[in-house]
């Protein structure tokens, strides 16, 4: 069935880039999604990608895709202490139903 | 902002008790979801409605949960009887289209 995976924990200064990976197994997967979960929180949307793109700029957040590896990244520009949270990846399977990743914790220090 | 609306925010109860869930989805928004969040991993869809009608439960497990959604807009899930492995986030998402899930805040649920 369908897999999605996640390194468990980034940890990054203040300032400095982040860059969280993905890796997925549904090559039939339309779009590809980044989420982000604050402790006690329900899941917001950050950003996602059609499959017939690269890449993909929304302000901080810059997102690649890599379709012959199923390899996907998120990169947050300078990161803040706000951005401290859960970022789970998702796939889209063919009936349409999203599949998540385990989550990589963010850890940004002062 | 239009935001979903879960209730309650936390639920203790003891196992073999009964327990519900209610969620309000963003006005208009006819696809609503319920999703189980085990901690340490990431959400897993439970059940899909369209409107009324069921268009996914595949991973609901059908002897303890049942879930409902009469008029189109609001949704109960339920489970009887609770199990201590049926301790989790339980997430309400809501969509006018698959590729803009909102979610709620989530029940956590504490099965003792």
């Known amino acids: 069935g369908e897999d999605v995976e996640q390194s468990l924990f980034l940890s990054v200064r203040e300032g400095d880039s982040s860059v969280i990976n993905c890796t997925y197994t549904d090559s039939s997967s339309t779009y590809l999604y980044w989420y982000k979960q604050e402790p006690g929180a329900g899941l917001q949307l950050l950003t996602y990608i059609f499959s017939n793109m690269d890449m993909k700029q929304d302000q901080r957040l810059t997102v690649l895709l890599n379709k012959k590896d199923k390899h996907l990244s998120l990169r947050i520009a300078d ?15 063919s009936s349409y139903k999203l599949i998540f990743g385990s989550g990589t914790r963010l850890l940004v220090r002062p | 902002e239009a935001e979903v609306a879960q209730s309650p925010r936390y639920k203790i109860t003891e196992k073999s008790q009964a ?36 268009v996914d439960d595949s991973q609901l497990p059908k002897d303890r949960f049942s879930a409902e959604r009469l008029k189109g807009v609001d949704s109960t899930l339920k489970i009887q009887p609770a199990e201590l492995g049926d301790s989790a986030m339980y997430l309400c998402a809501s969509s006018t289209s698959t590729y803009e899930q909102y979610f709620g805040p989530g029940t956590r649920l504490t099965v003792t």
């Open chain 1, 79 to 93: 990161t803040q202490t706000g951005d401290s949270a859960i970022y789970f990846c998702a796939e889209e399977d």
């Open chain 2, 19 to 54: 327990v519900a869930f209610w969620c309000d989805p963003i006005s208009g928004h006819a696809t609503l979801y319920w999703y189980r969040q085990i901690l340490g991993q990431g959400p897993e869809l439970l059940v899909q409605f369209q409107d009324e009608s069921v």
